[in-house]
């Protein structure tokens, strides 16, 4: 049977006008990235391990116009300005370079049905979104690697976004990234009655973005080889708690894990505090309830909202108490399936 040459397009453009509509999730790590070893190609010192939260979702159309001019760019009904939109340029690029042909401007759209300000992690899922969007619209046929490698060049923890449920971002080790993507270990079905609740406890924009924040710490903080090491053996440490889907060892780790990160981000020059007084009334909180038998640890990405990891049969209690400590909102998700194409 005949078969194309790697890295061209599996299917021929009708014409030269193509559109393709992807959904992705976002994800929460359990085992965080944090600091780069190559900005360009946006690759890790270390690996990580996240989970997808459905029913969260971001969902890019993308259509190459095969016309001459600018890139498009609509993101939550705006025209997309300065880096925002110079990101998704900057993939689309990619997506026409491996094409090879003259796929031309593209129109692209983009709306999340989450805040984008929530801390939530958007990029991840807008970035997969847009990968599987602009690769498919482009002829490709889906490839769940290739998709990963490049929502990476938009933002590292999209790369986690591609597949559902439980993902690891293997750090790789070849200087061109192309063995660091993000690799599905359970699907979503594996643990449905995980929770990830979400304590909105601000919605202020974080002072100091994650790209700049895991930059100075890798640049600064005395302490981040010792982070890059751990991190990599946790993510080992955990898989086997997620296969017996133990919330008990899996907790302790997010936690340990999540502790670490803003340990080693403190000690930065200058330092880096992503928690607020209302943040850490929650981690309180949560160690009080363990103590009364509840089952529930939390995690914090770069932002002052902790999402706490529950069972279904404990969501009901843990919501409760997020609002009476400061919580305005609380999002509650579950392991989220695959970025699909709609
Ligand atoms: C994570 N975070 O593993 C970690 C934990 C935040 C804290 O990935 O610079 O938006 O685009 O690669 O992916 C957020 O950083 O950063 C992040 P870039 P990204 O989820």
């Given at each position: 049977?005949?078969?194309?040459?790697?890295?061209?397009?599996?299917?021929?453009?009708k014409g030269n006008h193509v559109k393709?509509?992807?959904?992705?999730?976002?994800?929460?790590?359990?085992?965080?990235?944090?600091?780069?070893?190559?900005?360009?190609?946006?690759?890790?010192?270390?690996?990580?391990?996240?989970?997808?939260?459905?029913?969260?979702?971001?969902?890019?159309?993308?259509?190459?116009?095969?016309?001459?001019?600018?890139?498009?760019?609509?993101?939550?009904?705006?025209?997309?300005?300065?880096?925002?939109?110079?990101?998704?340029?900057?993939?689309?690029?990619?997506?026409?370079?491996?094409?090879?042909?003259?796929?031309?401007?593209?129109?692209?759209?983009?709306?999340?049905?989450?805040?984008?300000?929530?801390?939530?992690?958007?990029?991840?899922?807008?970035?997969?979104?847009l990968a599987v969007a602009a690769r498919?619209?482009?002829?490709?046929?889906?490839?769940?690697?290739?998709?990963?490698?490049?929502?990476?060049?938009?933002?590292?923890?999209?790369?986690?976004?591609?597949?559902?449920?439980?993902?690891?971002?293997?750090?790789?080790?070849?200087?061109?990234?192309?063995?660091?993507?993000?690799?599905?270990?359970?699907?979503?079905?594996?643990?449905?009655?995980?929770?990830?609740?979400?304590?909105?406890?601000?919605?202020?924009?974080?002072?100091?973005?994650?790209?700049?924040?895991?930059?100075?710490?890798?640049?600064?903080?005395?302490?981040?080889?010792?982070?890059?090491?751990?991190?990599?053996?946790?993510?080992?440490?955990?898989?086997?708690?997620?296969?017996?889907?133990?919330?008990?060892?899996?907790?302790?780790?997010?936690?340990?894990?999540?502790?670490?990160?803003?340990?080693?981000?403190?000690?930065?020059?200058?330092?880096?505090?992503?928690?607020?007084?209302?943040?850490?009334?929650?981690?309180?909180?949560?160690?009080?309830?363990?103590?009364?038998?509840?089952?529930?640890?939390?995690?914090?990405?770069?932002?002052?909202?902790?999402?706490?990891?529950?069972?279904?049969?404990?969501?009901?209690?843990?919501?409760?108490?997020?609002?009476?400590?400061?919580?305005?909102?609380?999002?509650?998700?579950?392991?989220?399936?695959?970025?699909?194409?709609?």
């Amino acid at each position: 049977m005949f078969r194309e040459p790697a890295g061209r397009p599996a299917r021929a453009l009708k014409g030269n006008h193509v559109k393709a509509t992807a959904k992705a999730h976002p994800n929460i790590a359990l085992v965080k990235y944090w600091g780069k070893r190559n900005e360009r190609l946006i690759l890790p010192h270390q690996s990580s391990l996240s989970v997808t939260l459905g029913p969260l979702s971001v969902t890019t159309s993308v259509e190459f116009t095969g016309e001459r001019g600018d890139d498009d760019v609509r993101i939550n009904g705006k025209d997309a300005q300065g880096s925002e939109r110079s990101r998704v340029v900057e993939l689309l690029g990619l997506v026409r370079k491996e094409h090879g042909g003259k796929l031309g401007a593209a129109r692209m759209v983009s709306a999340g049905d989450f805040p984008a300000a929530a801390g939530l992690a958007s990029s991840a899922a807008a970035f997969a979104a847009l990968a599987v969007a602009a690769r498919t619209a482009a002829g490709f046929d889906r490839d769940t690697k290739a998709e990963s490698i490049l929502a990476r060049r938009g933002s590292g923890s999209a790369s986690r976004s591609v597949q559902g449920g439980f993902v690891r971002w293997n750090r790789g080790k070849r200087p061109d990234g192309r063995d660091s993507f993000g690799e599905q270990l359970f699907d979503a079905k594996h643990w449905p009655e995980l929770r990830m609740l979400v304590g909105m406890v601000s919605r202020e924009e974080k002072e100091v973005k994650s790209r700049d924040g895991m930059r100075g710490t890798v640049e600064t903080s005395p302490y981040y080889p010792a982070w890059a090491k751990d991190a990599e053996a946790e993510v080992k440490r955990i898989i086997p708690f997620i296969k017996r889907r133990d919330l008990e060892a899996v907790g302790a780790i997010a936690e340990k894990n999540a502790w670490r990160m803003h340990a080693t981000a403190f000690a930065a020059d200058p330092p880096l505090c992503y928690l607020k007084p209302e943040t850490l009334a929650v981690i309180q909180t949560c160690r009080e309830l363990r103590a009364k038998g509840l089952g529930v640890w939390f995690t914090l990405d770069a932002g002052p909202n902790p999402v706490l990891l529950t069972s279904a049969k404990d969501e009901a209690k843990v919501v409760k108490v997020l609002e009476q400590h400061g919580a305005r909102e609380v999002v509650r998700c579950h392991p989220g399936g695959d970025a699909v194409l709609v």
